[in-house]
């Protein structure tokens, strides 16, 4: 059987998971790992190279060689819709908070003198 090895975000990313959800995802894992089985798709784009396991609403991605594979993220789809709708991308501040930093500084700026 291949190793399983997680990027360091993962472990947190699957911690936030309720309990029984991280447990199928991890079921679901093991079951692709084992015989092939499973909701997968190879991705294109920034992501080329890795793979997809689609486990209820949340996805997988990894990448996987003979000896191992390696998760990269786990997220709830409705999170990436979410980033995608808002036109920003993933670390990116939205409108609201880059005007309430703004209006701090202001603030700040206008004590000052």
Sequence with gaps: MKQ?????????EIRAIPQPIALGILKALHRYIETGAGRVKPLSGEFEGLLRLRVGNYRVLFDETAETVTLHRVRDSKERLQLKNTGRQAGQPSRVVQILRIAAARSAHATRR
């Design 4 to 12: 399983i090895r997680f990027l360091p975000n993962v472990p947190l």
